[in-house]
């Protein structure tokens, strides 16, 4: 995760670039651009995304250099861990998870299922302390531009499947350039989603000349699409997308499979893990509270 705000390079070695924001240090990919050390830059999901004039970046880092300690302040503070009150089982599971020791399905499980005040407490405790030792204070802010409600599918927990009575938009590839103009260049976004249901009416044709021209902005793109083919997405990947959001919805697959019929659940997760060799960054994940879905199913979600 990196912040929305300009860094200057520390190192380079082999396509990865260190870089600084006021004494933290983050890898990014920086396949594209032709960036020196030094040099100050933007980056987004750990993906070098564009360059900055060193006296641009200079103000806007004088701008955020007091508030950026305090929220680091706050941020520690925040992660604070208080293990009084916790029963011995709970206390007992979270001091593995803290010092990185793997825990079984039946403690996950554990954990899931509590409900005592104390051992909720300590649960979230132990959760913010670890994101805090993770990623620190650092987050990615994305505009979403949802340019199609059309869709192909007919999943029934969703609000856009094809059987569904809403009223139906696509935006023009024209329109969906210039409203990722607008967001870039007008209101200061630095990570944009391109949303949409499944609609192949946005050909190959159509999504590259799309991610070409939003890519000329300077910004990373994050791909919402759906399920489309590995070539798809590799023709993508060219065209300058770095990031692709897929959820496997559940690792049940008789749930999957009744809540999404045409679909199956090994081609979704092959496409997920395909797109991660192909080089995206990738978000994915599950829903919670399908109908049929147990305790145990979400285990296995996180699991998997």
Known sequence: MCYAIPGRI????????????????RNVLCDF????IGEYVYAQGG?????????EALEILEAWRERFFQLKEVDRKSAMVHGE???????????KVSTGREISREEALELLRSEEKEDLRLLMDTANNLRQRDHDNACCVH???EFSNYCGNDCFYCGIRQSSPVKRYRMT?????EAARHAARDLGFKALVLQSGDDLWYDDDRLAHIVREVRKLGVLIFLSIGLRSKETYRRLYDAGARAALLRFETSNRDIFHKLRPGTTFDERVDLIRHLKELGYVVATGFLVGLPGESDEDLIE???L
Request: proline share 4%.
């Open 47 to 55: 993906v070098l995304i564009s360059k900055i004039p060193a006296k």
């Open 10 to 25: 520390t190192g380079i070695e082999k396509g990865i670039a260190v870089v600084d924001y006021f004494g933290e240090k």
């Open 143 to 145: 505009g979403i531009i």
């Open 85 to 95: 009150g916790a029963s011995d089982n709970i206390l007992g599971i979270l001091q």
């Open 173 to 177: 590839p024209e329109e969906i350039i």
């Open 33 to 36: 651009a032709d960036v020196r």
């Open 301 to 303: 979600n996180i699991m």
